[in-house]
């Protein structure tokens, strides 16, 4: 039996900045950001926007009436998590109206939950082939203004429904994974902002797709020519780069070096204008790679490389499944990312510092220029209040 991703939704909120007024607000070299960096624009998300309801919204645009029917598991990876204790899951849940005989929880390693939820959605989906499972990955990456990693904010999800016999791409069995404790990226429980060791964190990447590579090729005897791509986690678009290339000079013949760079740019389209989303951006750049590679075929192998600070890094394998194109929504992605609004630097540091009571005052959020169809409508008693405007369904209020 085939298991893999049958859908993958996308959202991200409607603002963002461009990289060259702020390396120019900063005093840096817009290149640096641009081509020393890799990004061309950074998703901001407004107070109602948070990582339940962009999770949310990127389910939203996928799912239908039998995927509803089928789903009895969500999984939700993120880091931006809204309570140490409820999971998120739960909340998307109610607002996509997903049947009540479901397990829902939330899952954190870094950059690599959602990753972990497809492992686990893959061993649910075979020992219950009927059974669909929705994977989220959904998160807002923030390091804090007039930081070295501010240049790698974003915020966004990926929705991805994983299934026996996937429309899209199917997970072959082989996987190599690797674990160490290091700290190259953290946030403890009572910072709003990443603290991080940049250089150390590059280094720790390169090392472990090296590490994870060199693994899968010892179980599986396959080498890059048997690659038409390799997506790799973006925390900013240069960094998957940083780790294909020694790989590639070292290993690849001269056609492999150059069909799987081309691809590899391709595969950085849409985070180069989002920046990172933590658990989404591997599956981001997927859905770049999927949706704007007019060349790739059926039958051919994807490499997918999961890097979660902490550390775990994962690579895995999926092959592309006839008619795969037809089961992708190209032109409502586009859409979303050509309709969002620029903000200025200053809107964008006066956004970027709002905050939600945490004295359980009640606030209500203008949600005027909001388009999304699920947000934030504001907090009582301590609780969010989220509203569906497709359902008029609004959580606890
Ligand atoms: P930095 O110190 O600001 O930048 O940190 P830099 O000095 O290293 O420069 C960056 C690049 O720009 C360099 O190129 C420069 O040469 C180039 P490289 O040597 O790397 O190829 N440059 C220029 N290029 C063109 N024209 C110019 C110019 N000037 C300089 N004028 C850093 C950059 C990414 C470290 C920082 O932004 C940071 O700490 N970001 C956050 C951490 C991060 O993203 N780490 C990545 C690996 S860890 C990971 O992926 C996990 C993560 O997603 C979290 C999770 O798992 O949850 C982060």
Redesign the pocket.
Known sequence: MKIGIDKIGFYTPHLYVDMKKLAVAREI?P??FT???GQEKMALAPLTQDAVTLAANAALNILDEKDKEKIDLVIFGT?SGIDHSKAAAIYVHHLLGLRSEARAFEIKQ???GATAGIQMAKGHIALNPESKVLVLGSDISR?GLNT??E??QGAGAVALVISAEPSILAFEEQSAYVTADIM??WRPIYSEA?F?D??F??E??IQFFATAWAQYKAKTNLALKDFEAICF?L??T??GL?ALKPVLLEEGSAADQERLLANYQVSTGYNRVVG?I?TG?LYLSLLSLLEQQEDLADGERIGLFS????AVGEFFTGILQPGFRSHLNVVQHMDLLSSRAEVSVAEYEAIFQQTLPIDGTTVELDNTNDPAEIYLAGMTNNMRQYINKQTEDSIYS
Do not use: L
Not at 307 to 310: H, I, K, Q, T
């Open positions: 070299e290149e640096k081509i020393g960096i880091e870094a950059c690599y390091y070295s990693g240049a790698t190259d990226f990443a991080v940049g250089k964190s590059n720790q990447y986690h925390p900013y240069k960094m940083k990172n933590y951006s890097y979660g600070s902490g």
